[in-house]
């Protein structure tokens, strides 16, 4: 089995940005700046031979390439408990459309349906029993954040290998965007981090942390 997802990598110098906005929340577990990335949809674990239909279906994507700002701090909850600080995204339709468009190529490839509302996000740090007023005067303070325009032309596939202390981050796959030509809607688009075509694995990333409760 292999535990896979699809996410916008973003380039240094915004992640770099993204990590400076870390510290000051006790209890917070700091994404590394090379692990930071927005995700387009979780897939979990699948069998690796399933990897060709879903790289086949999610290569046939067609978006025009389009560029996003990252804005405001917030954070997810569960059970009461604050679990993730995350920087968000001001509203993309691209943004929105490529997700939906890549859910429907799961889904084509056999995937459910992902039913959760889709919330764009860069998660910053796990927390654990961090202290709720510590946390308000976090995303207080960063309320006002705006990075931007950040240009995307391409998605990735990732695989996550969960280790105790994180996750270690592998890119297998880069997806080009371009916009439909009048009369080729066809079109399949497709391209690896180095230009060779559909070798697995491509890429392999730095460790981070990435477990999330749900
Ligand atoms: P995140 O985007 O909020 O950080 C790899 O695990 C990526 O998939 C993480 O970035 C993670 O959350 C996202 N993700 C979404 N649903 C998940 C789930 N049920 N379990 C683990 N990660 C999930």
């Not at 069998?47 to 954070?75: C, H, K, N, Q, Y």
């Not at 202390?165 to 080729?184: M, S, W």
């Not at 559909?198 to 990333?205: A, F, I, L």
């Amino acid at each position: 089995m292999i535990r896979l997802f699809i996410a916008l990598d973003l380039p240094d110098d915004v992640k770099q940005r993204l990590a400076g906005l870390g510290g000051g929340v006790p209890g917070a577990r700091w994404i590394p700046p090379e692990n930071l990335h927005l995700t387009l949809r979780f897939i979990g674990e699948v069998e690796e031979d399933r990897l060709d239909d879903l790289d086949g279906a999610l290569g046939r994507l067609m978006v025009a390439p389009f560029a996003l700002t990252l804005a405001g701090v917030d954070r997810f909850e569960t059970a009461g408990k604050v679990r993730a600080l995350w920087v968000g995204v001001a509203r993309s339709e691209p943004l929105t459309l490529l997700q939906s468009k890549v859910d429907s190529a799961l889904v084509r490839a056999g995937l459910p349906r992902d039913e959760r509302r889709f919330t764009p996000h860069v998660t910053l740090a796990r927390l654990k029993d961090a202290p709720s007023q510590r946390v308000g005067r976090f995303i207080q303070q960063r309320s006002l954040f705006r990075c931007g325009p950040v240009p995307i032309d391409r998605f990735h596939l990732f695989e996550s290998q969960t280790k105790r202390n994180g996750a270690i981050y592998h890119r297998l796959k880069a997806y080009g965007l371009e916009g439909v030509e009048p009369g080729n809607s066809q079109d399949r688009v497709e391209a690896t981090e180095d230009g060779r075509d559909t070798d697995w694995p491509v890429m392999v990333d730095t460790p981070g942390s990435d477990r999330r409760p749900r």
